[in-house]
């Protein structure tokens, strides 16, 4: 059995929903007899922890919390309450785009996203030309970041994150915004990612390429853990194969997940 | 279908499993000095992007306020008089205020303006203060040689003093402009106001400090009460610089310091740096605890 590489153990996370910003709206809210901010459970109490080597799907229905569940094991966020534990790198996208600079050419913000993951210059030198190579930008690379499309965006994001060599993966919708085809080599890069026995956590709404990838999955829902386990049921708990007729009847075979990755992931 | 985990090979992490992205606040950000180097380029050459005169703002700015300054408080208001030099006790007196209230309103704005990179990836985020921080340091490097010359123009004689003086006054500013800038950045994520207010406090600190006035005019109106106006760091960062170019480009520098320098300036001065340093520490404190909450407040 391998080791925990992922513990997350009565983890919450309160959200502010709304503030009364000036002394005005607070005042009048006040008089009102109306709350000043109300706090909503973006995640309530979540247990469960993944082993190393494990390729976990994440999903659920927009807004349960998949994202900030991912914050949380990246260190963006920390939890209200209860713990969070990870061993070793991580690396990842969360919600489609990178941290990056605007301002910054793409070639200076490869720099940048590589020393925030702790790469030096000599070992982000090293992984430059494969990371170029890999986002296929051209010429643009040298230009701001502000001036790039959402998919050239997160395909330079994606880049730098697969070729940082991350113990923890993880992808957050990271196939949204890209083309075809640059969509089938992203799938290829992260199975291979797995395979290289990495844990990869990936939240994705496609049934398909969660089939594909993972062999668990946790669902969502309403910021509350409602299922743990098998690929199949886990799917079948969310009736994504219900819902889309297209999906249900490609999710048999292997191309079917091949195309499902191409149309709707 | 998906190979099964067992059929994989299982990479052995090296490493404890903890907290993510730990973070042990300023430590956090020397440990992590090429990053840090990498935010301080940006910042050199992000601060004036888009603009046409870019970096000489950071000049434009010192120099058109002593124009001002220089006119109105010295030739007509008469702030001069019976000061030997007068130029030179204005100008040493705004470099080093410039580079205060540059880290202070560059680094309030220092979280807000880097969102981007906050909302998305996980490090110490007072890198971002520490950076303005810096900039203003490097910024402040080209305005200490113009002063350096025209100190030498007005027939300088540099003491024992001098160095010492003008790098205690770094000091105390660094560390006095590093916990402001923490914590007004951190405030300014949760209230916009702290932006505003900055900028009100810049203007007091400009009149509060030995620049525009010597140092006896404050004795002659306070008296035994002149202490009170020294237990603000900068008017003691300011009165170092003083000592450190002004007073050596008097006719007479002993009788100059005796005039308009306070008393035991080198005590007030490591006294102030002590203080800097608790306020640093607090600072660090107040951030540590509330930092958890700026991704969620950066909208």
């Known amino acids: 059995m391998s080791a925990d590489s992922i513990v997350v153990d009565g983890v919450t996370k309160n959200f502010t929903l709304r503030y009364h910003r000036s002394i005005k709206d607070i005042t009048v809210a006040k008089m009102k007899g109306r709350a000043v901010s109300n706090t909503f459970k973006a995640l309530d109490d979540i247990t469960f922890t993944i082993k190393q080597g494990e390729s976990v799907g994440l999903m659920g229905l927009n807004g349960s919390g998949k994202s900030t569940l991912l914050k949380l094991i990246s260190g963006v966020m920390r939890p209200d309450q209860g713990v969070v534990k990870t061993r070793g790198q991580i690396a990842g996208l969360i919600a489609t785009g990178a941290g990056f600079h605007p301002q910054l050419s793409g070639r200076e913000n490869i720099f940048l996203n590589a020393a925030i993951y702790g790469l030096s210059a000599e ?8 990371v170029v190579k890999f986002a296929e930008l051209g010429d643009h690379l040298n ?3 502000g001036n790039y499309s959402s998919g050239q965006y997160s395909r330079l994001g994606f880049s730098v994150a697969v070729h940082i060599d991350s113990d923890i993966f993880l992808a957050d919708e990271v196939l949204a915004v890209g083309d075809k085809p640059f969509k089938k080599k992203c799938m290829e890069k992260m199975e291979e990612i797995r395979d290289s026995g990495r844990t990869v956590v990936y939240v994705s709404h496609a049934a398909g390429s969660v089939k594909r990838m993972c062999d668990r999955v946790i669902c969502l829902e309403k910021g509350r853990l409602v299922f743990d386990g098998d690929v199949d049921e886990g799917i079948e708990y969310l009736h994504y194969g219900e819902d889309d007729a297209k999906g249900s009847a490609k999710l048999k075979s292997l191309e079917a997940a091949d195309s499902a990755l191409g149309a709707e992931v | ?16 499993l903890a907290p993510p992205a730990e973070n042990l606040g300023l430590l956090s950000v020397f440990k992590r000095r090429y990053l840090l180097k990498l935010l301080v380029q940006r910042e050199i050459s992000g601060r004036y992007s888009n603009s046409i005169l870019g970096v000489f703002w950071s000049y434009i700015n010192p120099l058109t306020q002593f124009c001002v300054y220089w006119l109105f408080m010295g030739k007509i208001m008469g702030a001069d008089k019976g000061m030997d ?6 100008f040493a007196g705004l470099v080093i205020v410039h580079f205060f209230t540059e880290t202070f309103g560059a680094g309030t704005r220092s979280l807000l303006g880097n969102k981007g990179l906050l909302k998305k990836m996980a490090m110490p985020k007072e890198m971002f203060p520490v950076a303005s921080m810096l900039v203003s340091l490097y910024h402040l490097v080209p305005a200490t040689l113009i002063l350096v010359v025209v100190c030498v123009l007005s027939g300088w004689k540099p003491s024992w003093e001098t160095v010492p003086s003008f790098l205690l006054a770094l000091g105390i500013v660094m560390a006095l402009g590093t916990a402001l800038a923490l914590v007004f950045s951190l405030a300014n994520v949760f209230f916009r106001d702290f932006g505003s207010a900055v900028n009100i406090l810049t203007n007091y600190i400009r009149f509060g400090v030995p620049m525009m006035y010597p140092f006896s005019m404050i004795e002659g109106f306070l008296g035994d009460k002149s202490w009170i106006y020294l237990l603000n760091p900068i008017s003691e960062a300011v009165l170092l610089f003083q000592q450190a170019f002004w007073v050596g480009v008097t006719s007479d520098p002993e009788q100059t310091a005796a005039e308009h320098l306070p008393d035991h300036l080198w005590s007030w001065g490591l006294g102030a740096f002590g203080v800097s340093l608790v ?20 909208t």
């Open chain 1, 123 to 130: 070992e982000t030198a090293e992984i430059y030309d494969d």
């Open chain 2, 85 to 90: 030099n007068y130029p030179v006790h204005l």
């Open chain 1, 143 to 145: 230009s701001p970041v």
């Open chain 2, 1 to 16: 279908m998906a190979t099964g985990v067992d059929e994989r090979p299982v990479r052995i992490v090296d490493a404890p």
């Open chain 2, 279 to 298: 306020l640093l520490v607090i600072a660090q404190l107040v951030f540590s605890k509330y930092e958890n909450k700026i991704p969620e407040r950066l």
